[in-house]
Structure formats: structure tokens, C-alpha cells
């Protein structure tokens, strides 16, 4: 897909951070724009900031992505609102889950299961239809560069995000024939709020990438048909260490 114009993107997890940035930067390319977020505020706001840039079309909606019932129920209303999704965005995710495996939390571990894996689970299969029915299109769902790595203290996250890879990946291969494109997203360190409360603040300043930075990499990349995105301070880094054998690796981590 080359152009955006009038094309319909839905994005979660739209209400901060890189959801946002995907909102301002595809209502600038004059998208149509479903946005959803579990925080009202926060999704109306960015609302507010979209319109006010000059899109046009905005639809939203606040839930919870990680209930399957309710994102059937949104793409439905995206579609009568707006017509069939083109581009699905699935960014919505959180941290949460830390610490050694062995003190963790089996709820902690769920809930972030449920949003980062099933979230994109979920909203795979309430788009797809609509943009195999367009015969044009694409999916871009946001991993990690934790789906690289597993750095110790993080087992939730990295393990929700190396799922969500291998779920991407695997679409790849289902799509790899189809004018539909499919993308795996994995931003290193970028200046967001998903951990304010859980890191140090050693750890939040290695986030200084913009977001603004990995939607524009996004962009190009849909427009190439470029699967895979690493983007971000320390993305290639990180990916080269996935590359060593593992014992060097885990005594490096």
C-alpha cells in the first residue's frame, strides 16, 4: 500500500505514546481514524488533537482489548461508521509481571498476557475480514525488541512479546501470497509512559527515542512491504546480540 489518503486505520491503544503518534501522523496523511483505548480521557483527547490537524473522520471507542466480545463488537461499529479497516495498528500493550519468575504473581502474569499477546490476537481476527474482503491492505502489530532477548526480571513482558512475534511471523507465511502485508514491529527504547511506575530511573533514561521516530519507520515500511522493523535507540544493538550463541548471551543479559 502506497497511499493513506481516505484509507481506514484503526489503532489501539491510541490514547498515549506511540498509538497517539500513529494517530497524528496518519491523520496527517489523511487517513479515516478508528482509535480505541481503555483510557476515555486519555483516547478523547487524542481525538481532540487529530481533529484539530484536520482529520476529518475520527471514530472511537474505549475498551478493553484484551476481551475478544468487545473488539468484534468495535470492528463492527468501525465498519458502519466508517467502512472496512485497510490498516490495523494492534500497539496497545503494557508492562507489568516483573521480577524473578519464582516470586512473580500468576494474575500480574495474565493480565499481561491477556492485553500484550491476546489483544493483537484479538484484533487479528476482527479486522482481517474486513481487509481480506478490501483485497488490500495491511497488519502491523507491535512487539518488542524484548522478542529478541530475554533479559532476566522481565518474564511476562518478554514472554508476551516473543509470542506475539511468532503468532506475526506465522501470519506472514499464511499471507505471503496475498496483497495483504503483515508486519512485526519490535521499537527498542523508546520515550513513552508504559513503565513509569515500574523502572528505575537509570532504566527511563536509556527511553530518549521519539515515537514519532518508529511510525515513520512503520510507514515506510508499509509502503515497501517490509515485514520486519526494528526502530529505535538501541534496536540493532539488541538484535545483534540475539545473534550470539545463547550461554554468551544470558552472561552478557
Known amino acids: ?5 481516505n484509507k481506514i486505520v484503526t489503532i489501539t491503544g491510541a490514547g498515549s ?3 497517539r503518534a500513529y494517530a497524528i501522523e496518519f491523520g ?3 487517513s479515516k481514524l478508528a482509535l480505541t483505548d481503555w483510557n476515555e480521557d486519555n483516547l478523547l483527547e ?3 488533537m487529530v481533529q484539530k490537524l ?3 473522520e475520527v471514530f472511537t471507542k474505549a475498551f478493553d482489548v484484551s476481551i475478544e466480545e468487545e473488539v468484534l463488537k468495535f470492528a463492527d461499529d468501525v465498519k458502519s461508521a466508517l467502512g472496512n479497516t485497510h490498516i490495523v495498528i494492534n ?5 507489568g509481571g516483573g521480577g524473578p519468575f519464582i516470586y512473580g504473581n500468576s494474575k500480574d502474569f495474565r493480565k499481561v498476557m491477556n492485553v500484550n499477546l491476546f489483544g493483537v490476537i484479538n484484533g487479528c481476527k476482527a479486522f482481517l475480514p474486513q481487509i481480506i474482503e478490501n483485497n488490500e491492505g495491511a497488519i502491523v502489530n507491535v512487539s518488542s525488541v524484548a522478542s529478541l532477548i530475554a533479559a532476566p526480571g522481565g518474564v511476562a513482558y518478554n514472554t508476551s512479546k516473543f509470542a506475539v512475534r511468532g503468532f506475526t511471523e506465522t501470519l506472514m507465511a499464511e ?3 496475498s496483497p495483504i502485508s503483515i508486519h512485526n514491529v519490535m521499537p527498542g527504547k523508546i520515550k513513552t509512559a508504559i513503565a513509569d511506575d515500574l523502572e528505575t530511573d537509570t532504566y527511563k533514561k536509556t527511553l530518549i527515542t521519539p515515537p514519532e521516530v518508529v511510525v515513520h519507520d512503520v510507514i515506510r515500511a508499509i509502503k515497501k512491504g517490509k515485514n520486519n ?11 545483534v546480540l540475539s545473534k550470539l550463541p545463547i550461554k554468551m548471551r544470558i552472561k552478557i543479559l
Not at 91 to 95: L, Q, V
Not at 229 to 239: P, V
Open 1 to 5: 500500500m502506497k497511499d493513506f489518503k
Open 17 to 19: 505514546g506511540m498509538g
Open 28 to 30: 496527517k496523511l489523511g
Open 175 to 177: 499471507f505471503h501470497k
Open 46 to 48: 487524542t481525538k481532540h
Open 91 to 95: 500497539n496497545a500493550g503494557i508492562a
Open 229 to 239: 522493523i526494528l526502530s529505535g535507540h538501541l534496536a540493532n544493538s539488541i538484535n
Open 54 to 56: 484536520g482529520a476529518k
